[in-house]
């Protein structure tokens, strides 16, 4: 319920309840890596791009192949400048068949804009 609930608000741009709805989630359900996913998400469109990474990481931990965290993952990496890690990750991205892989970076216009799950 609370995972749905944070869709709802960040999708309406209410960012903090949708953190919050986020966060009781996650003390709900901890092994659930997708509220890891979607709070990465959260600061990435917020420019926290350290703790973004933080999160991906932690989906990663147990998703390994999840080519669209890596993608995400490597957004935050080439906003704080770290062109090396981007690239691996956009190369996983790629590999693993991203839904986002084949969208060139150029294209993305605003982090801001992307759309949850």
Same mark, same amino acid.
């Given at each position: 319920?609370? @995972?749905?609930? %944070?869709?709802?608000?960040?999708?309406?741009?209410?960012?903090?309840? %949708?953190?919050?709805? #986020?966060?009781?989630?996650?003390?709900?359900? /901890?092994?659930?890596?997708?509220?890891?996913?979607?709070?990465?998400?959260? #600061?990435?469109?917020? $420019?926290? @791009?350290? &703790?973004?990474?933080? *999160? @991906?990481?932690?989906?990663?931990?147990?998703? /390994?192949? &999840?080519?669209?965290?890596? #993608?995400?993952? %490597?957004?935050?990496? *080439?906003?704080?400048?770290?062109?090396?890690?981007?690239?691996?990750? @956009?190369?996983?991205?790629?590999?693993?068949?991203?839904?986002?892989?084949?969208? /060139?970076? $150029? &294209?993305?216009? &605003?982090?801001? *804009?992307?759309?949850?799950?």
């Amino acid at each position: 319920m609370y @995972f749905n609930l %944070g869709l709802v608000y960040v999708n309406d741009n209410q960012i903090t309840e %949708g953190m919050n709805s #986020y966060n009781k989630a996650l003390e709900l359900n /901890p092994k659930n890596v997708w509220i890891n996913y979607n709070r990465g998400m959260v #600061y990435l469109m917020t $420019e926290k @791009f350290n &703790d973004a990474i933080s *999160e @991906f990481d932690k989906v990663l931990a147990t998703q /390994p192949d &999840d080519g669209d965290t890596h #993608y995400y993952r %490597g957004l935050a990496y *080439e906003k704080l400048n770290k062109t090396d890690k981007a690239k691996e990750d @956009f190369s996983l991205a790629v590999k693993l068949k991203s839904t986002h892989a084949n969208v /060139p970076y $150029e &294209d993305i216009k &605003d982090v801001k *804009e992307i759309k949850l799950n």
